[in-house]
């Protein structure tokens, strides 16, 4: 038996422990300890089994929640197959494109099998048609636990597409004994301590650090992971902060605009997540000219008497809940105790 495969196991069997992972989303999280995604990943491996998957099958999955996709790495990993993971659409991709590029990928890989989970199941049909082998995610959960096999140091565990920037995307082969060794490495580097550290990603799982980083490893050595998809940055990059507030989050990571959005916006407001949250709602001008107009305001009177009862509401509910997490650890939130909010800059006051 591989190392990490060793690992995750005795993680699985630690039934004491109810560190796990969290996916879904930030609205309606999921958590599941690492013994219930193991469960879940011995029925997954009797369906694989069926579909013929076993010992150095390549295996393709197009889908975004971390909830499908860990116990299924798992289940590969006990029918000694590999995982790759498919690169996603943006909002701004060319969805034609995008399926034809998928489909020469999945043939450039010789994938055995090609699973599809949510929010991708519309393009199952479209791979169907060139005669490649689909399973829907769902489908794998309803089997049996198999007989597991053991996988070996040189077996391949995953292989990783290169962004296909500069051309067509390649597969880099990662075998257990990699992957072991990367997560050493990584351990040793962070000094990460399972219960004691949380990590929050956003980033796609068809990203290296995403994948590796933020999700088998935290499978691999029982440590507490927060996994949402990309889209939920996209759309409210502010919700990364709530994360890390949230679940008390030791270890993060994203790329440098991401950073460069957040501090943009705190720094906006004077760091103030009051209005960093109604800007992230109603948009920076709005907020502008609120502040513009009561710059003596209370801060619970100015929240009270936000002109727009979506966004008011909002603002409420994330500050209620982010203190109320803060406060349990002994850390209030910046702004909350202010009793009279920063006057807006004169610019903004003369508009």
Request: glycine fraction near 8%.
């Amino acid at each position: 038996m591989s190392a990490v495969t060793e690992e995750i196991f005795a993680t699985a069997s630690a039934s004491a422990s109810q560190c796990g992972l969290t996916s879904g989303t930030a609205a309606a999280p999921v958590h599941r300890s690492w013994a219930e995604v193991h469960t879940v990943a011995r029925r997954m491996a009797g369906v694989l089994a069926g579909l013929g998957v076993g010992p150095g099958a390549s295996v393709a999955v197009l889908a975004a929640d971390a909830g499908d996709v860990a116990p299924l790495a798992q289940a590969l990993w006990m029918r000694r197959a590999a995982i790759t993971m498919l690169q996603q659409p943006t909002p701004r991709t060319d969805l034609t494109v995008w399926l034809s590029d998928t489909v020469r990928v999945v043939d450039m890989l010789h994938a055995d099998l090609v699973v599809v989970g949510e929010p991708f199941l519309e393009a199952v049909a479209h791979i169907g048609k060139s005669n490649l082998p689909v399973a829907a995610m769902s489908a794998l959960r309803q089997g049996e636990p198999c007989e597991l096999l053991d996988a070996t140091e040189s077996d391949v565990a995953l292989r990783q597409l290169t962004s296909g920037s500069t051309g067509t995307p390649k597969a880099v082969e990662i075998s257990h004994g990699n992957l072991a060794a990367n997560g050493i490495a990584i351990r040793t580097a962070l000094a990460i301590v399972p219960g004691r550290d949380v990590s929050v990603s956003w980033l796609p799982l068809s990203h290296d650090m995403g994948m590796i980083a933020f999700l088998c490893l935290p499978m691999q050595i029982g440590s507490e992971a927060v996994v949402v998809t990309p889209d939920q940055f996209l759309r409210r990059p502010i919700v990364w902060a709530e994360l890390i507030s949230r679940y008390k989050a030791t270890i993060t990571s994203g790329p440098n605009f991401a950073y460069t959005v957040l501090a943009r916006l705190l720094q906006r407001f004077d760091g103030n997540v009051a209005f960093a949250l109604a800007s992230y709602n109603a948009g920076e001008g709005a907020v502008s000219r609120w502040r513009s107009s009561r710059p003596e305001s209370e801060l619970d009177r100015w929240v009270e008497e936000i002109p727009l009862s979506e966004t008011r509401g909002y603002v409420k509910r994330v500050l209620r809940s982010w203190n109320t997490y803060r406060l349990l650890g002994g850390r209030p939130l910046p702004g909350v105790v202010k009793t009279t909010l920063p006057a807006a800059p004169r610019a903004e006051r003369e508009r």
